[in-house]
C-alpha cells in the first residue's frame, strides 16, 4: 500500500516539470525565433511477473510505478513573420539557422533570431555582440575565401574609369548634314564652332583621387556612313595612340543596314612649329589648323596659359581668360601685351594621314591622360595617369535622332547610405557615390538531427557534440531570407493554456491519490481499534 504514495509522488513531480515547461513556453511568447518544447513522458514499472497456469498459459501481473519526464523535444515548425522595417532583420523562411561567433571564444552559435544590427567596425553582429557568418564577395560579386565575419565598409575607395561603354540604343543620326566650307572642302573640326560637328555627348568620369572629369565627345559626320569621334576630358584633348603615332579622332564607318562596319584612328597629329608671343606683343599667327585643347604657352618654361577648348586662352591659376584662338588658323590673340616672349606649342592636324584600322571595337585605347599636366587647369591634381578604353560596338547610324547611352566603369570616394539583403541573403550596400555593390553572402547552417542542438540561452543553440559537423550553404539555397522581418515565437498560446489546466489537473488527481492512499492506510490501521 505504501508504493502507491510514491507512484502519486512520480506524477506530482512529473506534472510538475511539464508545468516548468509550459511556464517557460509562455513566457517566451514574445522571444523572436523561440521553439516551444513539447514533454514527453514515460512510465515507471515497480514490478513485472509472469506465471503460467497449469494448462501453461502466461499470465502477467504488472504493477506500474508512476511517470517521469523522460525528455523534451523541440518543436522546430516556422512561426510566423513579423515586419519591422529594418534591413538588418531577417527571418529564415524553411530550414536552417543563421551562424553566429563569439569572437572571445571563438565558438560558433546557431540562431533562428534574425534580430541584427551593425556595429562601429561595420561588422553585422547579434544583440549579444556576436558576429554573423558568411563570405565575402569580389568585384564579380563572387564569394571569396572561406566563411568568416561578415563586414560591411562604411566607405569605398574611388575607382579609376578605365572604359566608357556605348550601350544599345546608341545612334548616331544617319541623314544629318556635312559641314563644308565656302571652298566646298569639310570644316575643320573645332568645338567652339558648333558648325564644325553635328553633336557632343557627355560622360562624367573620374581618376584615382575620386576627383571627377567631363569627358566630352564629339561626332561629326564626314561621308555617308562615315564618322569622326573627337574625345576631350576638362580642357584638354585626349589622342589616340597606334603604336606610338598619335591621332586626334577614330573614323567609324558603318553598314548600309546602319550596323557599325569598323574603324580606324584618323587626322595624324605633329608638333606644330614652335610660336612666340614676343615681347610688347599680343598675338602670333601659327599658319596651321590646330587641334583644340592642346595650347601650351609658357614663360622661359613656367606654364601660363592654355586653352580650354573652346576658343579661349585662359590663366592657368586664376582661370581667367586672357584671350582667343581660331583654331582654323592658329591666330592667337591676348588681351594685353606680353611683357616678355612667351612660347606657343599645339598640336596640328594632318588629316591626310590616317592610321590602321581598329580590330577590337570594345577597347580603343586613348592615349594616356596625364592628371598631374601643369598645362591643365583641371587634371593636374596628382592622380595616377593612365587611358581610358572606349567601346563602340554597339553603334548604330541610323534616321533617327540622336541617342546616346554611355557607361563607365569609375567612381569617387562614396560613404554608406544604406544596407538592403536579397532572399538570397547577399547583402548590399548603397553607397553616397551611386555605386550599389554586393558586399557579401549570408550562410545558413542545418543539422541532420536537429534534436541534437542544446539551447544556451539568447535564443542560441550549440551541438550536443562537437562532432556533429553542420551542414552549411549560402542563403536561399533550403530557405529563403526576408529581410525587414523578424520570425516570431511558434507558441501557440491557447494551446499552452490547455496543456496549463490539463498539467494543473494531472497534478491534482495525483496529489488526490495521495489522500485517497492516505485515507485508506488510516482505515486499516482503525481496524485494531
Do not use: C
Amino acid at each position: 500500500m505504501l508504493q502507491s504514495f510514491y507512484t502519486g509522488n512520480t506524477g506530482l513531480g512529473a506534472n510538475k516539470q511539464w508545468l516548468s515547461v509550459i511556464s517557460d513556453n509562455i513566457a517566451n511568447v514574445n522571444t523572436t525565433g523561440y521553439k516551444q518544447e513539447v514533454v514527453n513522458f514515460k512510465d515507471l514499472v515497480s514490478s513485472s511477473l509472469t506465471t503460467y497456469t497449469s494448462s501453461g498459459v502466461p499470465m502477467n501481473k504488472e504493477i506500474g510505478g508512476g511517470a517521469f519526464v523522460g525528455s523534451t523535444a523541440k518543436d522546430f515548425s516556422q512561426g510566423a513573420f513579423k515586419n519591422s522595417n529594418e534591413p538588418l532583420n531577417m527571418a529564415l523562411d524553411g530550414e536552417g539557422f543563421f551562424i553566429v561567433k563569439n569572437p572571445s571564444a571563438n565558438i560558433n552559435y546557431y540562431t533562428r533570431d534574425g534580430n541584427f544590427r551593425i556595429d562601429a567596425n561595420g561588422d553585422i553582429i547579434n544583440q549579444s555582440g556576436y558576429k554573423i557568418q558568411g563570405w565575402m564577395l569580389d568585384e564579380n560579386g563572387n564569394m571569396a575565401g572561406a566563411l568568416g565575419s561578415v563586414n560591411i565598409p562604411n566607405s569605398i575607395s574611388p575607382k579609376t574609369t578605365s572604359k566608357i561603354i556605348f550601350e544599345q540604343p546608341t545612334n548616331l543620326k544617319a541623314d544629318d548634314r556635312i559641314s563644308y566650307d565656302q571652298n566646298n572642302n569639310i570644316k575643320v573640326f573645332d568645338p567652339s564652332d558648333s558648325d564644325t560637328y553635328n553633336y557632343v555627348n557627355t560622360v562624367t568620369t573620374y581618376d584615382s583621387l575620386g576627383t571627377s572629369h567631363i569627358v566630352k565627345q564629339y561626332f561629326k559626320k564626314i561621308d555617308t556612313n562615315k564618322w569622326e569621334m573627337y574625345t576631350f576630358i576638362d580642357d584638354r584633348a585626349i589622342v589616340f595612340d597606334d603604336g606610338g603615332t598619335k591621332y586626334s579622332a577614330v573614323e567609324l564607318e558603318f553598314q548600309g543596314n546602319g550596323v557599325i562596319k569598323g574603324a580606324k584612328y584618323a587626322n595624324k597629329l605633329d608638333n606644330g612649329t614652335q610660336g612666340t608671343i614676343a615681347a610688347g606683343s599680343n598675338s602670333v599667327d601659327l599658319d596651321d589648323d590646330v587641334l583644340a585643347g592642346t595650347i601650351q604657352i609658357s614663360d622661359n618654361g613656367t606654364p601660363l596659359y592654355n586653352d580650354d577648348g573652346n576658343g579661349n586662352i585662359v590663366d592657368l591659376k586664376s582661370g581667367k581668360i586672357v584671350g582667343s584662338i581660331d583654331y582654323s588658323t592658329g591666330k592667337i590673340t591676348l588681351i594685353s601685351n606680353a611683357s616678355t616672349d612667351l612660347t606657343v606649342d599645339y598640336k596640328k592636324f594632318n588629316p591626310n594621314q590616317d592610321g590602321n584600322a581598329i580590330n577590337d571595337l570594345k577597347n580603343i585605347i586613348t592615349d594616356t591622360i596625364t592628371y598631374h599636366d601643369d598645362y591643365s587647369r583641371f587634371l593636374n591634381d596628382g592622380a595616377n595617369d593612365g587611358p581610358i578604353a572606349l567601346n563602340v560596338e554597339n553603334f548604330t547610324q541610323l534616321t533617327s535622332d540622336y541617342i546616346f547611352y554611355a557607361q563607365q566603369d569609375g567612381s569617387g570616394k562614396g560613404d554608406l547610405m544604406s544596407i538592403s539583403v536579397s532572399e538570397d541573403g547577399i547583402i548590399k550596400g548603397t553607397y553616397t557615390n551611386g555605386q550599389v555593390k554586393d558586399v557579401a553572402r549570408l550562410a545558413v547552417a542545418t543539422f541532420k538531427d536537429k534534436e541534437i542542438l542544446v539551447r544556451k540561452g539568447d535564443n542560441l543553440y550549440l551541438p550536443s557534440q562537437q562532432t556533429f559537423t553542420p551542414i552549411i550553404v549560402p542563403g536561399g539555397v533550403i530557405s529563403k531570407i526576408r529581410s525587414g522581418m523578424l520570425e516570431m515565437s511558434n507558441v501557440d498560446i491557447s494551446k499552452e493554456f490547455i496543456n496549463l489546466i490539463t498539467a494543473q489537473r494531472a497534478y491534482q488527481a495525483n496529489a488526490k491519490t495521495i489522500t485517497t492512499t492516505d485515507q485508506i492506510l488510516q482505515t486499516t490501521m482503525d481496524i485494531k481499534r
